[in-house]
């Protein structure tokens, strides 16, 4: 077993041996905290292994089947390597009880052993305990050149286990998708027991002669047997619903399911629905950014768990691929119907030393003032910006932003001084939302964003802002409500972090940055 610790130790050696940023007489060190002991910002940047966006050595995270079982979340996912061969995509293993501590369990569900073999590569499913505590695994076998041998491509597989850890496939177990449904798309399920039905239900991604992508129920009393039931929710929308996963907060039930590159949310009052799609359904942002979430809870707080997409080319500008890095969220009940998601409360625990914000330069006007610092762009072709010196590597960064009239603002990044070189993460009062394009702040009123989330802004309002990095990865959270999540190349090797404003005047107040404790 490999562990993915927090590596305080080293980190405490590194830092200590970082020196703080100065401020110029332009813009004088401002430090935004009331904490009497904080430490001025690095000039030195070294990557870390990566700890709150985990992935195995060599290889890429697919889509994740959480579970809990009261004492930590198991975190099983699709194991996808840049060199996959004929077979594909076991299940492999990760475990925290804290979401920023992982430990790599290395192997759960393997393929089968050869070509003809209905999982030669394993589809997304789901880990559940029956009512005895006994661990079962419902995922999808898919086989590529099932049909050219005039059989289904996707099915039902399920394996048992009384640990977790170590599982014993029963192939006769496995079924196939009815006449009226898909061979080639019957995938993705989800089983749990419904106290209210009095039975175990499955839930899975399929596709209907007549209606399209759907989520399709099934009913059992043994998990071995499965009767047909009507679908839980046909929206006549996507081709796919894939990875459903039903839950209930409050006193809603709420369907994920993904499509799109991106995973969307419906509301039902009741378990048997009919469920409706939420007014705003998008929780993260799209591309591939975020996707394939499920959810599992923890000691009463409900968690989102998905992947970062890889890039082939660490470029800003390139696309997200299929499967990448873990990423966790916490989920927030706003009020009935509606989802929030902010990054998990146990970060608190983690990022536990503070440090110094202080402006080393500016661009156009903007500055330090009392308690923050303001930064203001007349037109759309004027970047005004605040430059705070090389990031650290992994950081929390909080703060609350008013602005004037609808323009654009948030946070930037780039190197050393090059300031018609940097690039950021916007929030757009605009268009409203949040968005990341890769291209560099003065071509953002021009182009379209790589990866976006809407989300409504009014000027004189105050939202609270919290960006979250660990080397190239960075989550800015709005309001505990919606999340940008994306892969920022120029963030890394030395490059700095700043505030910026164009065609807008936007004040940061009340900010503070932590890093990882001793």
């Known amino acids: 077993m490999k562990k993915y610790a927090i590596w305080a130790v080293l980190a405490a050696m590194l830092l200590g041996m970082l020196a703080g940023c100065g401020s110029t007489d332009s813009a004088p060190e401002t430090n935004t905290t009331e904490n009497t002991e904080t430490e001025a910002m690095t000039q030195t940047y070294q990557a870390v292994p990566n700890q709150l966006f985990p992935t195995s050595h060599d290889a890429w995270v697919g889509d994740v089947m959480p579970m809990s079982d009261g004492k930590e979340l198991k975190l099983y996912y699709l194991y996808d390597t840049d060199h996959n061969g004929p077979l594909y995509h076991p299940i492999w293993l990760f475990t925290t009880d804290n979401l920023y501590e992982y430990q790599d369990m290395g192997l759960a569900v393997n393929y089968g052993p050869d070509l003809d073999a209905p999982d030669s590569a394993i589809g997304t499913g789901c880990v559940m305990q029956d009512q005895q505590g006994k661990y079962h695994c419902f995922y999808t076998g898919h086989n590529d050149t099932a049909p050219e041998k005039g059989m289904d491509k996707e099915c039902v597989m399920h394996a048992v286990s009384d640990d977790g850890l170590n599982w014993t496939k029963i192939p006769e177990d496995t079924f196939y998708a009815p006449d009226h449904y898909s061979s080639d798309d019957f995938r993705d399920p989800q089983v749990f027991w419904n106290e209210e039905a009095g039975c175990y239900w499955l839930i899975i991604a399929a596709r209907d002669e007549k209606l399209g992508g759907i989520v399709a129920r099934y009913r059992s009393d043994d998990l071995k047997n499965w009767e047909l039931m009507d679908p839980l929710y046909a ?128 661009l156009g006007d903007a500055g330090a003032v009392e308690g923050g610092f ?67 702040l003065s071509r953002m009123a021009y182009v379209d964003p790589l990866v976006k989330t809407h989300y409504d802004l009014e000027p004189g309002k105050t939202y609270h802002l919290k960006l979250v990095m660990e080397n190239e990865i960075a989550t800015l959270y709005i309001d505990d409500a919606k999340v940008l999540c994306v892969r920022v190349y120029k963030a890394m090797d030395g490059g700095d972090i700043g505030i910026f404003a164009v065609n807008t005047e936007a004040t940061f107040n009340n900010m503070t940055l932590r890093i990882p404790g001793e």
Not at 303 to 321: M, N, P, Q, V
Not at 415 to 425: P, T
């Open 235 to 362: 929206p006549n929308q996507q081709y796919m619903l894939e990875c459903p996963d039903l839950f209930k907060m409050g006193e809603k039930y709420f369907l994920l399911y993904s499509w799109d590159c991106v995973t969307y949310y419906a509301v039902s009052d009741s378990i048997n629905g009919p469920f409706v799609q939420a007014e705003d359904p998008v929780l993260a942002s799209d591309g591939f950014s975020f996707y394939a979430a499920k959810t599992a809870e923890l000691n009463g707080t409900r968690y989102l768990c998905g992947w970062i997409g890889r890039k082939f080319e660490h470029t800003d500008a390139g696309a997200y691929s299929w499967a990448g890095t873990m990423m966790n969220h916490e989920l927030v009940l706003l009020e009935e119907g509606k989802l929030g998601v902010r990054e998990p409360h146990t970060y608190s625990d983690y990022f536990t030393r503070e440090k110094t914000v202080a402006a080393v330069d500016t």
């Open 374 to 440: 303001r930064v203001s762009s007349g037109d759309k072709k004027t970047v005004s910006l605040v430059n705070f010196g090389q990031r650290e590597p992994v950081f929390m960064l909080e703060t609350d932003v008013t602005f004037t009239n609808e323009g654009f603002l948030g946070f930037c990044f780039g190197k050393e001084r090059d300031y018609n070189k940097y690039s950021g993460m916007v929030v757009d009062a605009k268009y409203d939302s949040l968005h990341f394009e890769g291209s560099v």
